[in-house]
């Protein structure tokens, strides 16, 4: 298992958005993760490419881009142009999903697919091969700060066998009320991308609580392959 750390920037303070960052990869940060908001596929607007150009001049790790939006073949260009290496999609904003993560791949773009708490896992049984990554979502997209559902973790490991079953070393990405606790649950489970927002940016020291959960994800790590060896 290959543990990111990939810290949200939805719980950063947006008037100091490049300390925050700075302060983020000083402790470890793997990726930078970025979350798009339409007001529409989620009740909530945020940020959109310009914020990601400008992340992408002072950043050294990959953008991660999570498109919570409706139609995003209309802005998947647009984000990759503006620096994004990997971008996610939602299963329940799109009729055609596999042409949507040829698109993506076509711009030279990682392309991930995300579901929702309540999606099946089984809505990326065929897409399965072609994915480079996928996003367990573990709270309801929209806001960060939620508590963690319970069920993800199960969810998780149901994802890595759907992923096992296609052939496929595609890592599994979590997003949603992770903090050192939540974390060892899911890294267990099978996840190694492990997006934290509040547990990170509202933490006195944002390296520091980088630092420490990388920690705890990787000793989970080490856990959850020692029992599977
Ligand atoms: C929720 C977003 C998350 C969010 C995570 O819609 O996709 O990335 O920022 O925030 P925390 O870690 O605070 O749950
Ligand atoms: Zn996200």
Not at 88 to 114: N, P, Y
Not at 195 to 215: C, N, W, Y
């Amino acid at each position: 298992m290959t543990i990111r750390i990939a810290p949200s920037i939805l719980a950063a303070d947006f008037a100091a958005l490049g300390d925050a960052v700075a302060a983020a990869e000083r402790g470890g940060a793997d990726l930078i993760h970025v979350d798009v908001m339409d007001g529409h596929f989620v009740p909530n607007l945020s940020v959109g490419p310009p914020v990601v150009r400008s992340l992408r001049r002072v950043v050294h790790v990959p953008l991660d881009v999570h498109l919570m939006i409706e139609d995003p073949d209309r802005y998947i260009p647009a984000f990759v142009e503006a620096g994004a290496s990997m971008v996610s999609v939602h299963v329940e904003a799109l009729a055609h999903l596999d042409r949507t993560i040829g698109f993506i791949k076509s711009l030279g773009a990682r392309a991930g697919v995300a579901i929702n708490p309540a999606t099946p896992v089984a809505s990326l049984e065929e897409i399965a091969p072609d994915l480079d990554f996928v996003l367990v979502m573990s709270v309801n997209p929209g806001f960060g700060g939620q508590a963690f559902l319970p069920r993800s973790a199960s969810k998780v490991r149901a994802v890595r066998a759907l992923l096992d079953r296609a052939g496929s070393p595609a890592p599994i990405e979590i997003d949603g009320g992770i903090d050192l606790e939540t974390v060892v649950r899911v890294v267990r489970a099978g996840a190694e991308i492990l997006v934290a927002g509040s547990s990170i940016f509202h933490a006195p020291d944002a390296a520091e609580a980088t630092r420490a959960l990388k920690a705890a994800a990787e000793q989970a790590a080490r856990g959850a392959s020692a029992s599977r060896a």
